[in-house]
């Protein structure tokens, strides 16, 4: 309920309105270097330091040093003549390129790429259908054609699932104890990062990534070096083909991808090529039973509107898929971060 200050003033719509300058000061800043260029100076800089590493205008990067200050992305250092920046220990930690936690590939992907499709949100609201078409011209008949429509797009989604599964892969593969399961394997586990982390948590398992040739292909070039042996490769697509037999499938940010009627058929074959005694473990953002959140999870259902042909969903509706595929004993564990776990069992 709104108080008589929020009709006097209204601050949280006048922030809402704006909030797409925040994002762009961010998208701004990553792809210009700036916290790359502050990393690598052993002492902070000046606005005209800063432009002349950049090779930007002096003016235009004060203004942009001076909103970063705002966000408490850079600290400011005052003093008689000018005033000299340096980044916070989060900019450090998420925004600089070889920070081991870098977000730096998450947020050129939501600015090169989701921010272009969000800007028909309201055309994907009207017709039901996602935006690639009317932001790339690329047709989204074949949706995984439409998301790698180059090799260049496909290493920027994979490098945006990597940085992720970084932040997050521990939290979902241990809501659970896992290692029971001995032959795990990760259908659409894309650059191996999810894959990495469950092998981290669980020695005597061997986790075997699932998906297209091309992106295998890309995460042994790019994303997985030889000393990560209990990582495997399996070449597939897993609509089409048939689905080796494992302990273990994990769907992480797969389901939301697709209908119900996919999920399900997805989900069917899991069933039947799961050894007796096996599992699924699902990784979504899960909304609340009653719509009121997490704004997170409600925000990133609108991006599958305009990105994909799914949604995100309530524990209650994977509940309902998986028990119509045929498995039991379905368990949920909220992680308290962006994403959640399922696991059922066969």
Not at 142 to 154: G, I, K, N, Q, V
Not at 176 to 188: A, E, Q, R, V, W
Not at 221 to 238: K, N, Q
Not at 245 to 273: F, G, N, P
Request: contains cysteine; proline residues 3%; aromatic residues 10%.
């Amino acid at each position: 309920m709104s108080s008589l200050n929020d009709v006097e003033y209204p601050r949280r719509i006048l922030d809402y309105m704006e909030g797409f300058l925040v994002s762009k000061t961010l998208f701004a800043s990553c792809e210009l270097g700036v916290f790359d260029l502050l990393l690598a100076s052993e002492r902070p800089l000046s606005a005209a330091e800063v432009a002349r590493g950049l090779g930007t205008s002096e003016d235009g990067t004060e203004r942009l040093l001076s909103a970063c200050v705002g966000l408490q992305l850079l600290t400011s250092h005052p003093s008689d003549t000018e005033v000299l920046y340096s980044n916070t220990e989060m900019a450090e930690t998420y925004l600089t390129k070889s920070s081991p936690r870098s977000l730096y590939h998450s947020i050129q992907y939501n600015s090169k790429t989701i921010y272009l499709c969000w800007h028909y949100l309201s055309d994907a609201v009207r017709e039901g259908t996602n935006q690639y078409e009317k932001a790339f011209g690329v047709s989204s008949k074949d949706l995984f054609e439409a998301l790698y429509r180059s090799d260049e797009e496909m290493v920027k989604f994979m490098q945006l699932m990597n940085s992720i599964w970084n932040i997050c892969g521990k939290d979902v593969v241990t809501a659970f104890d896992l290692s029971p399961f001995k032959t795990i394997y990760d259908l659409g586990g894309c650059s191996g990062a999810l894959a990495k982390q469950c092998a981290a948590a669980y020695p005597d398992s061997t986790v075997t990534v699932f998906d297209l040739p091309k992106v295998v292909h890309m995460a042994k070039e790019h994303f997985v070096s030889a000393e990560h042996e209990r990582i495997l490769f399996h070449e597939g697509d897993f609509f089409k083909e048939p689905l080796p037999e494992a302990e273990l499938y994990i769907l992480a940010r797969i389901l939301h991808d697709w209908t119900d009627q996919r999920s399900l058929e997805l989900l069917t074959k899991v069933q039947q090529s799961c050894k007796p005694g096996g599992g699924v473990l699902l990784v979504e953002a899960l909304l609340h039973e009653d719509n009121s959140g997490p704004l997170t999870a409600q925000l990133y259902s609108l991006n599958m509107l305009v990105q994909t042909e799914g949604r995100e969903r309530k524990a209650s509706e994977y509940t309902a898929l998986l028990t119509a595929a045929g498995f039991s004993h379905v368990q949920v564990q909220r992680t308290g971060k962006i994403y959640d776990a399922v696991l059922a069992r066969k």
